[in-house]
């Protein structure tokens, strides 16, 4: 869903650019920029946890396409085995274990090394991921461009 953005010059209602990121307004012909927030992100992912192993596979797809040189998967025939995506300097991970459920963990980098790892729930490490996604995408116009493309599909 698109936020309701107003026109600080003239009121009217203002419509969003093909990256979500810029609103032009129709009459006044103003534009603004706005960031991307972790919820719209979220709900742009379809993000839906309810189960997990197919959670994985649309989120390692949707990451793959919009920061291929940042995301690594690694795949059985069914199921992700290993999921990392690299924002320096932040690493979050997650991978299968042996039983078959799902750990997930974020790391903290200086110049790739890891000063500190927190092990997290799935939801929370999701939280995470999506705000520091929402972040990089809001200093990254290629990042916006595909977000914005993944949430208007």
């Keep these: 869903m698109t936020k309701v953005v107003q026109c600080d010059s003239c009121g ?7 990256d979500g ?3 032009g307004c129709p009459f006044c012909k103003s534009q603004k920029q706005v960031a991307i927030d972790e919820e719209q992100l979220a709900a742009g992912l379809r993000l ?4 997990v192993h197919q959670f994985l596979h ?5 990451l793959r396409h919009a920061m291929p040189e940042k995301t690594k998967v690694l795949r059985n025939a069914t199921h992700i085995e290993h999921l990392e995506l690299n924002l320096d300097p932040h690493l979050y991970l997650a991978k299968r274990e042996h039983t078959g459920e799902y750990s997930a963990q974020y790391k903290k980098l200086v110049r790739g090394v890891a000063l500190k790892t927190k092990t997290l ?5 999701v939280k995470d991921l999506t705000k520091s996604i929402a972040e990089h995408a809001n200093q990254n116009a290629r990042v916006a461009s595909v977000l914005a493309r993944l949430k208007s599909e």
């Design 48 to 51: 839906d946890m309810s189960n």
């Design 121 to 125: 729930t799935l939801d929370v490490w």
């Design 12 to 18: 009217a209602t203002m419509t969003p650019t093909a």
């Design 58 to 62: 649309d989120l390692s797809e949707a």
């Design 21 to 23: 990121r810029v609103f």
